[in-house]
């Protein structure tokens, strides 16, 4: 049985920093694009970063430019990312997700197959 995990959310002060985590199970994905999204109460789920399997892509929305960052480690199937100078705004599930399919780096929600059943990131004011 396939698993993403997610782990690391919490509470916070605006300004704060909050690692997350997403494990994965039941497969590799090392040859995958990984990615998180986030849904905050009553809108749509977002993208918010993206990693390709090798490292050498990355794609942020523009709202977290310079303030998160994206990374993975293949040999723990780990995906991780790195929040910093965190806002109100940024208050949200968050999701990670793997694409379909390997060795190609994409950022759109409809190509991810494989979900993490979320963590939640409140940042107060």
């Known amino acids: 049985q396939v698993q993403l995990v997610e782990s690391g959310g919490g509470l916070v002060q605006a300004g704060g920093s909050l690692r997350l985590s997403c494990a994965a199970s039941?497969?590799?994905?090392?040859?995958?694009?990984m990615a998180w999204f986030r849904q905050a109460p009553g809108k749509e789920r977002e993208f918010v970063a993206a990693?390709?399997?090798?490292?050498?892509?990355?794609r942020y929305a523009d709202s977290v430019k310079g303030r998160f960052t994206i990374s993975r480690d293949n040999a723990k199937n780990t995906a991780y990312l790195q929040m910093n100078s965190l806002k109100p705004e940024d208050t949200a599930v968050y999701y990670c997700?793997?694409?379909?399919?390997?060795?190609?780096?994409?950022?759109?929600?409809?190509?991810?197959?494989?979900w993490g059943q979320g963590t939640q990131v409140t940042v107060s004011s």
């Open positions: 039941g497969r590799t994905f090392s040859r995958h694009t």
């Open positions: 990693i390709s399997w090798n490292s050498d892509s990355r």
């Open positions: 997700a793997a694409d379909r399919l390997p060795m190609i780096f994409r950022a759109s929600i409809e190509t991810y197959d494989y």
